[in-house]
């Protein structure tokens, strides 16, 4: 398994909305994004800053039910 990157919140943005997610709204230093699946709204919340925590990104990641392999594949 790969280690999860230390990374800014524009990179990970950047690489969420290339999986599908919309950003919805921001609030502060708090970014919303959206994704529609068939059967549910998934809803994450990615804060701006620089860097992003790894361990903060790893449940950004867990949330948004991607692997670190495929974050990487998306930036």
Known sequence: MTKVPSLNYEAV?????RDGRVVVRQRGSHI?????THDETQKLT??????????TLSQILKHARLSVDEFTKLL
Not at 47 to 54: D, E, F, G, Q, S
Request: aromatic residues 0%.
């Open 13 to 17: 943005v950047r690489a969420l909305r």
């Open 32 to 36: 919303r994004l959206q994704k529609h």
């Open 46 to 55: 990615v804060p701006a800053h620089r860097p992003i925590k790894r361990s």
